[in-house]
Nanobody
């Protein structure tokens, strides 16, 4: 089971850092992705990081503003979000995939966290 945390209310242009931890497994052999779902919209890919060499991938909508990273010693994957916009408002989920590659497809991920709400006010 994964736990996502760090969400909250922030003004446009602000920053947040989300964390994804695992209570029953170590994440160092999992590729981890962040997805988000806004009200009335489908879940979409945000960012992912591989376990083997920490290669990162980003959705075009967040590239240059968001940074995904991992700290295996803390068993945690982070999503640093800068220059937040109202369109970033969503529930953010982290997910783990035991494969060595990272995918933008949610169906590739086996384990999911409960989500953390990010609200960006205009």
């Amino acid at each position: 089971q994964l736990q996502a945390s760090g969400g909250g209310l922030v003004q446009t242009g602000g920053s947040l850092r989300l964390s994804c931890t695992a209570s029953e497994r170590t994440l160092d052999k999992y590729s981890v992705g962040w997805f988000r779902q806004a009200p009335g919209k489908e879940r979409e890919f945000v960012a992912a990081i591989t376990w083997r060499d920490s290669t990162t991938y980003y959705a075009n909508s967040v590239k240059g503003r968001f940074t995904i990273s991992r700290d295996n010693a803390r068993n945690t994957v982070y999503l640093r979000m800068n220059i937040l916009k109202p369109d970033d408002t969503a529930i953010y989920y982290c997910a783990a995939n035991p494969a060595s590659y990272a995918s933008s497809e949610s169906r590739r991920y086996d384990y999911w966290g409960q989500g953390t709400l990010v609200t960006v006010s205009s």
